[in-house]
Protein backbone atom coordinates (compact mmCIF):
# COMPACT_ATOMS: atom_id res chain seq x y z
CA UNK A 1 0.00 0.00 0.00
CA UNK A 2 1.34 3.65 -1.00
CA UNK A 3 0.28 6.99 -2.26
CA UNK A 4 0.51 5.82 -5.70
CA UNK A 5 -1.80 2.85 -5.44
CA UNK A 6 -4.24 4.99 -3.71
CA UNK A 7 -4.43 6.84 -6.35
CA UNK A 8 -5.11 4.83 -8.99
CA UNK A 9 -6.95 2.47 -6.61
CA UNK A 10 -10.83 3.50 -8.47
CA UNK A 11 -13.49 4.49 -6.69
CA UNK A 12 -14.53 1.19 -4.96
CA UNK A 13 -12.48 1.31 -1.61
CA UNK A 14 -10.63 3.89 0.40
CA UNK A 15 -7.66 2.50 1.86
CA UNK A 16 -6.72 4.84 4.86
CA UNK A 17 -3.27 6.43 5.38
CA UNK A 18 -1.59 3.95 7.77
CA UNK A 19 1.46 4.20 10.42
CA UNK A 20 3.39 2.22 7.16
CA UNK A 21 3.05 5.37 5.37
CA UNK A 22 5.37 6.81 7.60
CA UNK A 23 8.23 4.17 6.28
CA UNK A 24 9.95 5.73 3.43
CA UNK A 25 12.72 3.90 2.50
CA UNK A 26 15.18 5.21 -0.82
CA UNK A 27 18.24 2.98 -0.45
CA UNK A 28 17.76 -0.51 1.22
CA UNK A 29 14.28 -1.82 3.45
CA UNK A 30 16.58 -3.33 6.58
CA UNK A 31 17.51 -2.06 9.76
CA UNK A 32 20.06 0.45 8.38
CA UNK A 33 18.19 1.21 5.10
CA UNK A 34 18.78 5.17 4.22
CA UNK A 35 15.27 6.78 4.69
CA UNK A 36 14.00 9.75 2.85
CA UNK A 37 13.54 11.03 6.65
CA UNK A 38 17.28 10.80 7.25
CA UNK A 39 18.32 12.75 3.88
CA UNK A 40 15.35 15.00 5.50
CA UNK A 41 17.45 15.88 8.36
CA UNK A 42 20.64 15.58 6.58
CA UNK A 43 19.31 19.01 4.52
CA UNK A 44 18.03 20.32 7.93
CA UNK A 45 21.24 20.20 9.34
CA UNK A 46 22.76 21.47 5.79
CA UNK A 47 20.73 24.11 5.51
CA UNK A 48 20.60 25.69 9.12
CA UNK A 49 24.53 25.02 9.56
CA UNK A 50 24.74 27.43 6.31
CA UNK A 51 22.52 29.94 7.15
CA UNK A 52 23.73 30.42 10.38
CA UNK A 53 27.67 30.63 9.10
CA UNK A 54 25.84 33.27 6.71
CA UNK A 55 23.69 35.49 8.93
CA UNK A 56 27.05 35.79 11.99
CA UNK A 57 29.64 36.35 9.82
CA UNK A 58 29.84 39.82 10.10
CA UNK A 59 27.66 40.61 13.41
CA UNK A 60 27.45 44.28 14.06
CA UNK A 61 27.02 45.86 17.87
CA UNK A 62 24.11 47.44 16.22
CA UNK A 63 22.31 45.13 14.25
CA UNK A 64 22.72 46.28 10.43
CA UNK A 65 20.00 44.18 8.49
CA UNK A 66 16.99 41.70 9.24
CA UNK A 67 18.75 38.31 9.13
CA UNK A 68 20.86 39.40 11.59
CA UNK A 69 18.43 40.66 13.50
CA UNK A 70 16.21 37.71 13.32
CA UNK A 71 19.46 35.42 14.14
CA UNK A 72 19.99 37.19 16.98
CA UNK A 73 16.22 36.67 18.17
CA UNK A 74 16.39 33.75 17.53
CA UNK A 75 19.16 32.85 20.01
CA UNK A 76 18.61 35.53 21.97
CA UNK A 77 15.18 33.71 22.52
CA UNK A 78 17.26 30.26 23.48
CA UNK A 79 19.61 31.93 25.38
CA UNK A 80 17.90 33.99 27.55
CA UNK A 81 14.22 33.19 27.41
CA UNK A 82 15.00 29.45 27.94
CA UNK A 83 19.16 28.54 29.26
CA UNK A 84 18.98 31.44 31.26
CA UNK A 85 15.77 31.76 32.94
CA UNK A 86 15.37 28.55 33.81
CA UNK A 87 18.95 27.19 34.29
CA UNK A 88 20.57 29.96 36.10
CA UNK A 89 22.48 33.43 34.85
CA UNK A 90 25.98 31.28 36.52
CA UNK A 91 26.09 28.24 34.60
CA UNK A 92 23.71 28.41 31.99
CA UNK A 93 26.19 29.60 29.29
CA UNK A 94 28.10 26.19 28.66
CA UNK A 95 24.45 24.41 27.97
CA UNK A 96 23.65 26.96 25.37
CA UNK A 97 25.01 25.12 22.35
CA UNK A 98 23.12 22.40 22.92
CA UNK A 99 19.76 23.90 23.64
CA UNK A 100 20.24 25.88 20.66
CA UNK A 101 21.21 23.39 18.54
CA UNK A 102 18.49 21.25 19.63
CA UNK A 103 16.25 23.55 19.07
CA UNK A 104 16.48 24.68 15.34
CA UNK A 105 17.10 21.36 14.53
CA UNK A 106 13.94 20.37 16.14
CA UNK A 107 12.22 23.17 14.66
CA UNK A 108 12.93 22.91 11.14
CA UNK A 109 12.68 19.26 10.77
CA UNK A 110 8.83 19.55 12.50
CA UNK A 111 8.30 22.68 10.01
CA UNK A 112 9.60 19.89 7.16
CA UNK A 113 5.92 18.69 7.75
CA UNK A 114 4.05 21.32 6.45
CA UNK A 115 6.99 22.85 3.65
CA UNK A 116 6.44 21.84 0.51
CA UNK A 117 8.26 19.70 -1.67
CA UNK A 118 9.46 17.96 1.43
CA UNK A 119 5.91 17.66 3.44
CA UNK A 120 6.84 15.07 6.08
CA UNK A 121 7.40 15.41 9.95
CA UNK A 122 11.07 13.72 10.51
CA UNK A 123 10.26 13.84 14.02
CA UNK A 124 7.35 11.33 13.33
CA UNK A 125 9.56 8.76 12.98
CA UNK A 126 10.78 7.50 16.61
CA UNK A 127 14.13 7.42 16.39
CA UNK A 128 14.71 10.81 16.25
CA UNK A 129 13.45 11.64 19.26
CA UNK A 130 14.50 8.91 21.04
CA UNK A 131 18.16 10.03 19.88
CA UNK A 132 17.71 13.65 20.60
CA UNK A 133 16.01 12.11 24.24
CA UNK A 134 19.36 9.83 24.72
CA UNK A 135 21.38 12.65 24.29
CA UNK A 136 19.10 15.10 27.08
CA UNK A 137 19.05 11.66 29.72
CA UNK A 138 22.61 11.15 29.38
CA UNK A 139 23.78 14.69 29.99
CA UNK A 140 21.68 15.39 32.88
CA UNK A 141 22.24 12.18 34.94
CA UNK A 142 26.11 13.11 34.13
CA UNK A 143 25.76 16.33 35.27
CA UNK A 144 24.16 15.25 38.30
CA UNK A 145 27.12 12.89 39.26
CA UNK A 146 29.80 15.18 37.84
CA UNK A 147 28.23 17.97 40.50
CA UNK A 148 27.24 15.73 43.48
CA UNK A 149 28.88 11.87 43.12
CA UNK A 150 26.97 8.94 42.10
CA UNK A 151 26.14 7.99 45.49
CA UNK A 152 25.67 11.90 46.51
CA UNK A 153 23.05 12.11 43.11
CA UNK A 154 21.05 8.97 44.09
CA UNK A 155 20.35 10.42 47.25
CA UNK A 156 19.58 14.00 46.21
CA UNK A 157 16.83 12.16 44.29
CA UNK A 158 14.66 12.01 47.34
CA UNK A 159 12.90 15.20 48.00
CA UNK A 160 12.96 16.45 51.70
CA UNK A 161 10.78 16.46 54.06
CA UNK A 162 8.86 13.61 52.79
CA UNK A 163 7.98 11.20 56.28
CA UNK A 164 9.97 8.32 56.81
CA UNK A 165 7.16 5.35 56.25
CA UNK A 166 6.58 7.09 52.50
CA UNK A 167 10.33 7.36 51.67
CA UNK A 168 10.53 3.96 50.14
CA UNK A 169 7.56 4.39 48.23
CA UNK A 170 8.64 8.03 47.24
CA UNK A 171 11.74 7.12 46.39
CA UNK A 172 10.79 4.22 43.89
CA UNK A 173 8.26 7.02 42.21
CA UNK A 174 11.50 9.35 42.00
CA UNK A 175 13.48 6.88 40.69
CA UNK A 176 11.16 6.05 38.30
CA UNK A 177 10.76 9.07 37.08
CA UNK A 178 14.15 10.04 36.19
CA UNK A 179 14.85 7.19 34.78
CA UNK A 180 11.60 5.78 32.96
CA UNK A 181 8.97 8.13 32.53
CA UNK A 182 11.16 11.80 32.04
CA UNK A 183 12.98 9.95 28.94
CA UNK A 184 9.83 8.31 27.54
CA UNK A 185 7.64 11.06 27.97
CA UNK A 186 10.12 13.65 25.91
CA UNK A 187 10.59 11.60 23.18
CA UNK A 188 7.35 10.01 22.83
CA UNK A 189 5.46 13.38 23.34
CA UNK A 190 7.57 14.83 20.38
CA UNK A 191 6.75 12.26 18.67
CA UNK A 192 3.14 11.40 18.94
CA UNK A 193 2.65 15.00 17.95
CA UNK A 194 4.17 14.89 15.20
CA UNK A 195 2.65 12.02 13.83
CA UNK A 196 -0.63 12.13 14.63
CA UNK A 197 -1.12 15.35 13.30
CA UNK A 198 0.73 13.97 9.92
CA UNK A 199 -1.60 11.32 9.67
CA UNK A 200 -4.37 13.94 10.39
CA UNK A 201 -3.44 16.00 7.34
CA UNK A 202 -2.83 12.82 5.46
CA UNK A 203 -6.29 11.50 6.17
CA UNK A 204 -8.09 14.73 5.35
CA UNK A 205 -6.17 15.31 2.18
CA UNK A 206 -6.25 11.78 1.20
CA UNK A 207 -9.97 11.61 1.71
CA UNK A 208 -10.60 14.36 -0.07
CA UNK A 209 -8.87 13.55 -3.25
CA UNK A 210 -10.43 9.94 -2.49
CA UNK A 211 -14.12 11.93 -2.60
CA UNK A 212 -13.33 14.27 -4.61
CA UNK A 213 -12.51 12.18 -7.34
CA UNK A 214 -14.38 8.76 -6.76
CA UNK A 215 -17.19 10.20 -5.25
CA UNK A 216 -20.69 10.27 -6.61
CA UNK A 217 -23.67 13.00 -5.45
CA UNK A 218 -22.83 15.58 -3.05
CA UNK A 219 -19.38 13.10 -2.16
CA UNK A 220 -16.93 15.66 -4.06
CA UNK A 221 -18.12 19.07 -1.84
CA UNK A 222 -17.30 16.95 1.27
CA UNK A 223 -14.28 16.35 -0.95
CA UNK A 224 -14.14 20.43 -0.43
CA UNK A 225 -14.70 20.59 2.92
CA UNK A 226 -12.13 17.73 3.54
CA UNK A 227 -9.46 19.86 1.78
CA UNK A 228 -10.26 23.01 3.69
CA UNK A 229 -10.16 21.26 6.82
CA UNK A 230 -6.78 20.07 5.34
CA UNK A 231 -5.79 23.97 4.93
CA UNK A 232 -6.61 24.84 8.61
CA UNK A 233 -5.06 21.63 9.82
CA UNK A 234 -1.77 22.23 8.39
CA UNK A 235 -2.07 26.29 10.35
CA UNK A 236 -2.70 24.43 13.42
CA UNK A 237 0.13 21.64 12.78
CA UNK A 238 2.56 24.60 12.11
CA UNK A 239 1.71 26.19 15.85
CA UNK A 240 2.16 22.60 16.89
CA UNK A 241 5.30 22.26 15.13
CA UNK A 242 7.06 25.76 17.01
CA UNK A 243 5.32 24.49 20.27
CA UNK A 244 6.69 20.89 20.60
CA UNK A 245 10.53 22.02 19.60
CA UNK A 246 10.36 25.02 22.61
CA UNK A 247 8.70 22.45 24.86
CA UNK A 248 11.33 20.31 24.28
CA UNK A 249 14.21 21.97 24.99
CA UNK A 250 12.14 24.14 27.78
CA UNK A 251 12.28 20.05 29.49
CA UNK A 252 15.98 19.91 28.81
CA UNK A 253 16.57 22.94 30.35
CA UNK A 254 14.85 22.23 33.78
CA UNK A 255 16.13 18.36 33.68
CA UNK A 256 19.27 20.27 33.75
CA UNK A 257 18.89 23.08 35.88
CA UNK A 258 17.41 19.95 38.17
CA UNK A 259 20.93 18.41 37.95
CA UNK A 260 22.47 21.41 39.02
CA UNK A 261 20.37 22.38 41.74
CA UNK A 262 21.93 21.38 45.53
CA UNK A 263 18.15 20.60 46.67
CA UNK A 264 15.84 18.78 44.86
CA UNK B 1 17.32 -19.60 8.22
CA UNK B 2 20.19 -17.33 7.93
CA UNK B 3 20.03 -13.79 8.53
CA UNK B 4 20.46 -12.94 5.29
CA UNK B 5 17.51 -14.97 3.55
CA UNK B 6 15.01 -13.35 6.44
CA UNK B 7 16.04 -10.32 5.11
CA UNK B 8 15.57 -10.84 1.65
CA UNK B 9 12.71 -12.83 2.63
CA UNK B 10 11.36 -9.43 4.44
CA UNK B 11 12.25 -7.42 1.64
CA UNK B 12 9.82 -9.42 -0.76
CA UNK B 13 7.20 -9.12 1.47
CA UNK B 14 7.34 -5.41 1.61
CA UNK B 15 9.87 -5.13 5.18
CA UNK B 16 9.14 -5.66 8.53
CA UNK B 17 9.75 -1.87 9.20
CA UNK B 18 6.95 -1.51 6.82
CA UNK B 19 4.18 -3.04 9.80
CA UNK B 20 6.34 -2.10 12.22
CA UNK B 21 4.68 -0.46 15.12
CA UNK B 22 5.53 3.12 14.72
CA UNK B 23 7.00 2.99 18.29
CA UNK B 24 9.88 1.06 17.04
CA UNK B 25 12.63 3.03 16.83
CA UNK B 26 14.41 2.25 13.37
CA UNK B 27 17.93 1.67 14.07
CA UNK B 28 19.10 3.56 10.85
CA UNK B 29 17.12 6.12 11.79
CA UNK B 30 18.14 6.46 15.70
CA UNK B 31 22.01 6.60 14.60
CA UNK B 32 21.05 8.89 11.40
CA UNK B 33 19.80 11.51 14.36
CA UNK B 34 22.72 11.15 16.65
CA UNK B 35 24.95 11.85 14.03
CA UNK B 36 22.90 14.86 12.73
CA UNK B 37 22.76 16.30 15.95
CA UNK B 38 26.17 16.04 16.76
CA UNK B 39 27.32 17.49 13.61
CA UNK B 40 24.72 20.96 13.84
CA UNK B 41 25.91 20.68 17.75
CA UNK B 42 29.49 21.01 17.08
CA UNK B 43 29.07 23.81 13.82
CA UNK B 44 26.56 25.66 16.40
CA UNK B 45 28.80 25.23 19.43
CA UNK B 46 32.39 25.81 17.78
CA UNK B 47 31.43 28.77 15.54
CA UNK B 48 28.19 30.23 15.97
CA UNK B 49 27.28 30.69 19.45
CA UNK B 50 31.04 32.35 19.79
CA UNK B 51 30.25 34.21 16.95
CA UNK B 52 26.80 35.64 18.72
CA UNK B 53 28.57 35.48 22.22
CA UNK B 54 31.40 37.76 21.25
CA UNK B 55 28.56 40.03 19.60
CA UNK B 56 26.92 40.23 22.81
CA UNK B 57 30.04 40.89 24.65
CA UNK B 58 30.44 44.10 22.27
CA UNK B 59 27.07 45.35 22.40
CA UNK B 60 26.71 44.91 26.34
CA UNK B 61 30.56 46.88 26.58
CA UNK B 62 28.90 49.46 23.93
CA UNK B 63 25.66 50.22 26.05
CA UNK B 64 27.74 50.24 29.35
CA UNK B 65 30.39 52.67 28.04
CA UNK B 66 27.48 54.52 26.93
CA UNK B 67 25.91 54.22 30.82
CA UNK B 68 29.16 55.23 32.22
CA UNK B 69 29.69 57.76 30.18
CA UNK B 70 26.23 59.08 30.79
CA UNK B 71 26.86 58.62 34.23
CA UNK B 72 30.02 60.54 33.85
CA UNK B 73 27.91 63.52 32.12
CA UNK B 74 25.73 63.60 35.04
CA UNK B 75 28.28 63.57 37.77
CA UNK B 76 29.91 66.57 36.02
CA UNK B 77 26.79 68.89 35.96
CA UNK B 78 26.16 67.72 39.26
CA UNK B 79 29.37 69.30 40.50
CA UNK B 80 28.78 72.48 37.93
CA UNK B 81 25.50 72.66 39.51
CA UNK B 82 26.73 72.43 43.16
CA UNK B 83 29.11 75.22 42.48
CA UNK B 84 27.01 77.62 40.64
CA UNK B 85 24.76 77.13 44.34
CA UNK B 86 27.87 77.70 46.36
CA UNK B 87 28.67 80.80 44.09
CA UNK B 88 25.43 82.34 44.52
CA UNK B 89 25.43 81.81 47.91
CA UNK B 90 28.73 83.04 47.98
CA UNK B 91 27.12 86.11 46.13
CA UNK B 92 23.94 86.40 48.09
CA UNK B 93 25.95 86.53 51.33
CA UNK B 94 28.19 88.91 50.35
CA UNK B 95 25.17 91.15 49.02
CA UNK B 96 23.94 90.84 52.61
CA UNK B 97 27.19 92.17 54.32
CA UNK B 98 27.42 95.04 51.80
CA UNK B 99 23.63 95.83 52.71
CA UNK B 100 24.13 95.18 56.31
CA UNK B 101 27.37 97.95 55.73
CA UNK B 102 25.55 100.39 54.08
CA UNK B 103 22.82 100.53 56.57
CA UNK B 104 25.55 100.82 59.26
CA UNK B 105 27.16 103.22 57.63
CA UNK B 106 24.16 105.34 57.03
CA UNK B 107 23.38 105.39 60.66
CA UNK B 108 26.85 106.28 61.68
CA UNK B 109 26.68 109.23 59.07
CA UNK B 110 23.23 110.15 60.48
CA UNK B 111 24.76 110.02 64.04
CA UNK B 112 27.38 112.05 63.23
CA UNK B 113 25.20 114.41 61.05
CA UNK B 114 22.79 114.67 63.87
CA UNK B 115 25.86 115.43 66.72
CA UNK B 116 27.31 117.81 63.87
CA UNK B 117 23.91 119.85 63.59
CA UNK B 118 23.32 119.59 67.58
CA UNK B 119 26.78 120.89 68.13
CA UNK B 120 26.34 123.50 65.66
CA UNK B 121 22.97 124.53 66.97
CA UNK B 122 24.77 124.95 70.26
CA UNK B 123 27.21 127.00 69.00
CA UNK B 124 24.46 128.86 67.02
CA UNK B 125 22.69 129.08 70.14
CA UNK B 126 25.66 130.37 72.38
CA UNK B 127 27.07 132.90 70.29
CA UNK B 128 23.60 134.12 69.86
CA UNK B 129 23.27 134.50 73.23
CA UNK B 130 26.52 136.49 73.67
CA UNK B 131 25.54 138.36 71.27
CA UNK B 132 22.80 139.28 72.57
CA UNK B 133 24.15 139.47 75.82
CA UNK B 134 26.53 142.10 74.36
CA UNK B 135 23.97 143.77 72.48
CA UNK B 136 22.35 143.90 75.84
CA UNK B 137 25.25 145.24 77.94
CA UNK B 138 26.17 147.78 75.09
CA UNK B 139 21.89 148.88 75.35
CA UNK B 140 22.19 148.65 78.77
CA UNK B 141 25.32 151.05 78.94
CA UNK B 142 23.74 153.68 75.80
CA UNK B 143 20.90 153.58 77.92
CA UNK B 144 22.23 153.81 81.21
CA UNK B 145 24.22 157.32 79.43
CA UNK B 146 21.10 158.40 78.00
CA UNK B 147 19.10 157.83 80.79
CA UNK B 148 21.42 159.25 82.93
CA UNK B 149 21.73 162.86 80.74
CA UNK B 150 18.10 163.09 80.20
CA UNK B 151 17.50 162.68 83.90
CA UNK B 152 19.82 165.18 84.60
CA UNK B 153 18.42 167.26 81.68
CA UNK B 154 15.14 166.98 83.20
CA UNK B 155 16.23 167.35 86.82
CA UNK B 156 18.25 170.10 85.75
CA UNK B 157 15.51 171.99 84.25
CA UNK B 158 13.27 171.11 87.08
CA UNK B 159 15.78 172.09 89.82
CA UNK B 160 17.44 174.23 88.03
CA UNK B 161 20.48 173.88 89.26
CA UNK B 162 23.39 172.76 87.20
CA UNK B 163 24.70 169.86 87.45
CA UNK B 164 26.83 169.74 84.47
CA UNK B 165 30.16 168.72 85.85
CA UNK B 166 30.84 165.55 85.21
CA UNK B 167 31.53 163.85 88.41
CA UNK B 168 28.86 164.94 89.85
CA UNK B 169 26.58 164.15 87.72
CA UNK B 170 28.03 160.24 87.82
CA UNK B 171 27.97 160.27 91.38
CA UNK B 172 24.47 161.42 90.91
CA UNK B 173 23.06 159.12 88.49
CA UNK B 174 25.15 155.81 89.57
CA UNK B 175 23.11 156.47 93.05
CA UNK B 176 20.15 157.09 91.34
CA UNK B 177 20.43 153.83 89.12
CA UNK B 178 21.80 152.09 91.95
CA UNK B 179 18.57 152.79 93.65
CA UNK B 180 16.58 151.96 90.74
CA UNK B 181 17.58 148.45 90.71
CA UNK B 182 17.72 147.56 93.98
CA UNK B 183 14.13 148.73 94.27
CA UNK B 184 13.67 146.66 91.08
CA UNK B 185 15.37 143.67 91.43
CA UNK B 186 12.94 141.98 93.62
CA UNK B 187 10.45 141.99 91.17
CA UNK B 188 13.48 139.98 89.43
CA UNK B 189 12.76 140.01 85.57
CA UNK B 190 13.74 143.52 84.87
CA UNK B 191 16.86 142.62 83.67
CA UNK B 192 16.20 140.61 81.06
Known amino acids: MSLSTLATAGGETFEAPTPGDFWQPLIGNGDFAITRPMFVMALSVVVIGALLLATTKRLTVVPANKKQFAV????????????????GSKEFLRYVPLLFTMFVLILVNNLAGVIPPIQFPTMSRIGFPIALTLVVFVLYHAIGIKRKGLGGYFKSLMPAGVPVFLVPVVYLLELFTYFVSRPLTLAVRLFANMFAGHMLILVLFLGGEHLLLHGEGLL?????????????????ELLIQVLQSYIFVLLTATYIAGSLADEH | MPAWVMAAAAEEEGGFWE?????LPHPGELIAGLVFLALLYLLVAKVVVPRLEKAFEERREAIQGGVEKAERAQAEANAALQEYKAQLADARGEANRIREEARQQGAAILAEMREQAQAEAERITVSARAT????????????RAEVGRLAT???????????????????VVDRFLAELESTSSPQGVTSR
Open chain 2, 132 to 143: IEAERAQAAAQL
Open chain 1, 220 to 236: PAAGVVSYLFGLVMSFF
Open chain 2, 19 to 23: TAYPV
Open chain 1, 72 to 87: EALYGFVRNGVARDII
Open chain 2, 153 to 171: DLASRIVGESLQEPARQSG
